[in-house]
DNA sequence: CTCGAACA
DNA sequence: TGTTCGAGG
């Protein structure tokens, strides 16, 4: 969908990790856990990371391995954790859910045919973020001392107004609705190797002559999770448009076309869903003993893949000192 | 989401 | 030149 439009439009830079050093970044969980899954632990069809009784918990590897690097920099992470769905992301749940199952059958039909690699290639891409994912991620961070709050509704809209507030530096996502939703600064690319990417709202309002109101009119017109954008507008036309006519209503008025829901979109953007009861301690002092316990003994994670993982958060915590953060 | 190819 | 579409992660 229209989603990556506003790649093409916003202020992105490169900085090195040394550079945001001390920062506090509110991360949205799910968006972490989900990247932090497909890309560095690979959802095995094989089993390691599922128990006896058959439940997935690659995430608990995914979290033992990705908390280094927020450590080893400096920088606290705060995760943000969704809370209801919105009715309006039911129609892109939908596409996941069916694509999903259209994975889940050409798996069954490859090692029906006896393509084990094809079907495990399939069965990778029909994992999702389970409760009992989301819950022992909790409870890990919990053991390790590292704060999380739950949104009322969207992760990305709580980490966003957190950013706004200035309770947080930075929202800490993939996803650029973070631009929609506020978030001043933003940091991408916090799992990779490479450096980091940080994206600029002012700026991006700057290079194009928006007003923030103008700019979520230009990304509901390329389409967003939560809507169908026009068919023909991109990026660049999007925001002639909106520079033409002024709003959303205006293109839409001026085009003949319509997009459902409109007035709930731009409102969902506009004025989220937030809270402002939270709050966190950045001065972490985890229980690495009993964080190890509870991954490789009351969810059978082998000791070894995880070993190099808490030793690294060991080390961040003997040589930085984590408790020193405030 | 990202990339690359196809297409007005 | 900008948008769409499909595959892969």
């Not at 991360?27 to 959802?43: F, G, Q």
């Not at 997009?259 to 950045?282: A, N």
Request: proline residues 3%.
């Amino acid at each position: 969908m229209g989603n990556a439009a506003l790649r093409e439009l916003a202020a992105i830079e490169e900085v090195p990790f040394e550079e945001i050093s001390g920062a506090v970044v509110a991360i949205d969980a799910h968006n972490w856990l989900y990247r932090y899954l497909t890309t560095t632990v690979k959802w095995t069809a094989d089993g390691v990371y599922t128990t006896a009784d058959g439940t997935e918990v690659a995430n608990l590897v995914g979290v033992v391995q990705g908390l280094p690097k927020f450590f080893e920099h400096d920088i606290v992470p705060v995760f943000v954790f969704d809370g209801v769905v919105t009715d309006l992301k039911e129609a892109e749940i939908d596409d996941r859910r069916a694509a999903k199952e259209r994975a889940e059958a050409e798996a069954r039909a490859a090692r029906e045919r006896g393509d084990r690699v094809e079907a495990a290639r399939l069965e990778a891409r029909t994992q999702s973020l389970t409760e009992t994912i989301q819950q022992t991620t909790r409870e890990l961070l919990e053991l390790l001392d590292v704060p999380y709050i739950e949104a009322p509704a969207e992760g990305e809209a709580q980490a966003a107004h957190m950013a706004k507030a200035g309770d947080v530096d930075y929202a800490g996502t993939e996803d650029y609705d973070a631009l929609l939703f506020g978030a001043p600064l933003t940091l991408r690319q916090i799992t990779s190797k490479g450096d980091s990417e940080r994206m600029d709202l002012e700026a991006t309002l700057a290079a194009h002559e928006l007003t923030y109101e103008q700019l979520v009119d230009v990304g509901i017109l390329c389409g967003t999770d939560f809507n169908e954008g026009v068919h023909g507008l991109g990026p660049k036309t999007a925001v002639k448009a909106i520079h033409e006519h002024g709003d959303l209503m205006s293109v839409l008025d001026a085009r003949n076309a319509a997009i459902d829901d409109v007035e709930s979109v731009r409102e969902l953007f506009l004025d989220p869903d937030v809270t402002d009861d939270y709050g966190f301690d950045t001065a972490l002092s985890p229980d690495i003993e009993a964080a190890r316990t509870f991954v490789v003994e009351d969810w059978e994670i082998p000791a070894d893949e995880v070993a190099r993982g808490f030793e690294r958060i060991e080390e961040s915590v003997t040589q930085t000192g984590l408790d020193q953060w405030t």
